[in-house]
């Protein structure tokens, strides 16, 4: 049910995408769990990674993810 979640908040933001971190604030996940299904939607092809990187609030650079 979590990656219905995850997808459809990745794909609510359109062409800037999402980090893990994003989504887990967005969706009140904690990052295991959004991590997980974040792995799964790209492992089914619903997701990729977009040609950017974003930082997170700890100032690390983070993949951003966009829907297909």
């Known amino acids: 049910m979590n990656d219905k979640l995850v997808f459809e908040y990745i794909r609510s933001q359109g062409a800037p995408g999402a980090t893990d971190e994003e989504c887990k ?4 996940l904690d990052l295991k769990t959004e991590r997980q299904n974040r792995i799964e939607l790209f492992q089914h092809g619903k997701i990729c990674m977009a040609a950017k990187m974003r930082r997170t609030r700890a100032g690390r650079k983070a993949n951003v993810w966009v829907a297909i």
């Open 25 to 28: 604030l967005a969706l009140g």
